[in-house]
């Protein structure tokens, strides 16, 4: 079974910077797609950024220009590099890691919360 670890996640003013890691207890090569997403109190689980194996990347539209995500295939990581954090981005950030196909998988690591606040 694929486990996802996050860390990174913290306490940091508006504005600030954070950067979560997210590292599989295997090879992520097979991976369709890794991602994280986010969910506050009382919302729904959203998508903040995804990135595919051939390098195609989408992201939330509320982070857009602020977040940037990026993969190392030979260290099993996945990275969000947050930029010009603001309240809003307060939620717990979730990796998923999903593989597409006969061998279909939907993997989810525990959370890190970020929390922005002054």
């Known amino acids: 079974q694929l486990q996802l670890v996050e860390s990174g996640g913290g306490l940091v003013q508006p504005g600030g910077s954070l950067r979560l890691s997210c590292t599989a207890s295997?090879?992520?090569?097979?991976?369709?797609?890794m991602g994280w997403y986010r969910q506050a109190p009382g919302k729904q689980r959203e998508l903040v950024a995804a990135i595919s194996t051939g390098g195609t990347i989408k992201y939330g539209d509320s982070v857009k220009g602020r977040f940037a995500i990026s993969r190392d295939n030979e260290k099993n990581t996945v990275y969000l590099q947050m930029n010009s954090l603001q309240v809003e981005d307060t939620a717990v950030y979730y990796c998923?890691?999903?593989?597409?196909?006969?061998?279909?998988?939907?993997?989810w690591g525990q959370g890190t919360q970020v929390t922005v606040s002054s």
């Open positions: 295997r090879s992520i090569d097979a991976m369709t797609s």
């Open positions: 998923n890691a999903v593989v597409v196909g006969p061998d279909y998988r939907n993997d």
